[in-house]
């Protein structure tokens, strides 16, 4: 497709299952972006991939998160023995990359993960 | 601490008049700004970035300007149009030092009243 495509659109789960969430950027983007946003928030960042090396993880909040991008495209990330708190939206971007430059990240429309 | 900060959570404007939205930041080392559009249960959409070599971007009604000795930036529409209703974002990232996440204000919620 043309833009970033996630899935699933809206995901609920009972506190301290896992859940995975899917991101497909754009064609021939380098670098993925993961975001995730509490209600009347802006997007917080979680991680960053450059191909499949995941360069930053610092937004991480914990280490129940985890991201991978093995193959350079498509990207999960992960969440483990999940909290109310982990309720949000999670949003992913890409972008053509670094080395060409400033580029805008083009965001898919994210999953919306509630936790009961 | 807010990084990014958008200090109006709502404006109202009537159709065919301009918009001005503002948005200021605390951290020196931001030098690439971007505004983004987003409608309820869409991501944000890509709409007009700056980068801190400049101080004005145009593209079409959408015109960013920054300020970088006050740390504020501004996105003026114009005319504004009801179908800009939506809440816009503000964001940057400090590109040249390597750090290519992207940080956030709030969000304006633009109204536009026919």
């Known amino acids: 497709g043309a833009g970033v495509s996630q899935s699933p659109r809206y995901k609920v789960a009972k506190r301290g299952q896992d859940v995975a969430l899917r991101c497909d950027p754009i064609?021939?983007?380098?670098?993925l972006f993961w975001y995730q946003q509490a209600l009347g928030q802006g997007p917080e960042f979680l991680t960053y991939f450059q191909n499949e090396a995941q360069l930053d993880k610092s937004g991480l909040p914990s280490d129940r998160f985890f991201a991978e991008r093995p193959e350079g495209s498509v990207s999960t990330l992960k969440i483990q023995r999940t909290q109310q708190e982990d309720s949000a939206v999670y949003l992913c971007?890409?972008?053509?990359?670094?080395?060409?430059?400033?580029?805008?990240?083009?965001f898919g429309d994210g999953t919306r993960l509630s936790i009961l | 601490d807010q990084q990014v900060k958008q200090n109006s959570p709502s404006l109202s404007v009537q159709e065919g008049r301009i918009s001005i939205l503002n948005c200021d930041y605390t951290n020196s080392m931001f030098d690439y700004f971007l505004w983004y559009k987003k409608y309820p249960a869409e991501g944000p959409t890509f709409l007009i970035s700056?980068?801190?070599i400049k101080d004005k971007n145009e593209d079409g009604r959408f015109t960013v300007f920054l300020n970088k000795s006050a740390k504020h930036l501004s996105l003026h529409i114009v005319p504004s149009q009801p179908g800009d209703s939506a809440v816009y974002f503000c964001?940057?990232?400090?590109w040249g030092a390597g750090s290519y996440q992207l940080t956030f204000g709030k969000g304006t919620k633009l109204s536009v009243i026919p």
């Open positions: 700056i980068s801190s």
């Open positions: 971007a890409s972008s053509l990359g670094a080395v060409t430059g400033n580029q805008p990240q083009h």
């Open positions: 964001a940057a990232s400090a």
């Open positions: 064609s021939g983007h380098v670098s």
